[in-house]
């Protein structure tokens, strides 16, 4: 009996983490917004509960709808070599060259977070409160899935090399035992982005460069370390999960030599300065000066029905852990 209780618990757990983690996302959405310069920071600040909690939105929508899984990754290795001069940074060019269907089989995040970049300025220039807010939130989303390395692999569970798991253990794991502890988040002030499209193409190739890593040192460390103490099971909230141990953990962290964190503080970075060039770029509104403040009946309807959608605990499309 407690066995079959450990396992569904395991397929439970292996379903409905993946990305950040809904930890990672929404601290690094959370901690964004003091990044923003004063004639912003009050009304991000005012609305920071929000940004954060719909962080994890777009994960979501991947229970709802089969076009969202694209949007979170590209198996940028699927185009030969680092630096990959073989694909086109340009989506047009992209598609020309590969077709649209194969570039959306491979994954689109680069293009995808432009286009959120798009949304987000009309937004700004159309003063509307609720779409600047959700658009907000999950450009962050996906801002921060392309500074994954694994988010930017075919391998991006280490389903190929027998590391099963391994997505869920560089950007969860890590960041929920050490980010609070250990990591810092003091980072600056945003800026503005000159070149959206060359500045997201330079953190997606870094997270292909970085993959390899991620993968290797994960292995080698198996290699050295205790068989017995590589996982720890642990009771939460009456289900017992499976996870790495707290020493594999941090063994791990340490030959990554900061990874984790360089790439969180990263991902802060950016996404504030994108949301600071949306505004820029939509000629600076007045925040206190919005309309359409309030959720409608049907963005109420879209939270709830990707919540249940969620709930329900299948991935429409590719499973991308
Ligand atoms: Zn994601």
Redesign the pocket.
Known sequence: MKKLFLISALLLTAHKC??WGFYGHKKINYLAVFLLPPEMLSFYKENIQFLSDHAVD??MRRYAIPEEGPR?YIDIDHYGKYPYPELPHSYDSAIAKFTADTINAYGIVPWWVQTMLGRLTFAFKEKNQVRILKLSAEIG?YIA?AHVPLHASHNHNGQYTNQNGIHGFWESRIPELLADKEFDFWIGRAEYIKKPGEFIWARVLESGAASDSVLRLERELTKTYPTDAKYSFENRNGVIIRQYSTGFTVAYNNLLQGMVERRMRQSIFAIAGFWYTAWINAGQPDLKNLTNKELSAEDVKEFEELNNAWRKGKVVGREHE
């Open positions: 993946f990305c777009p994960d979170h989303h899935d």
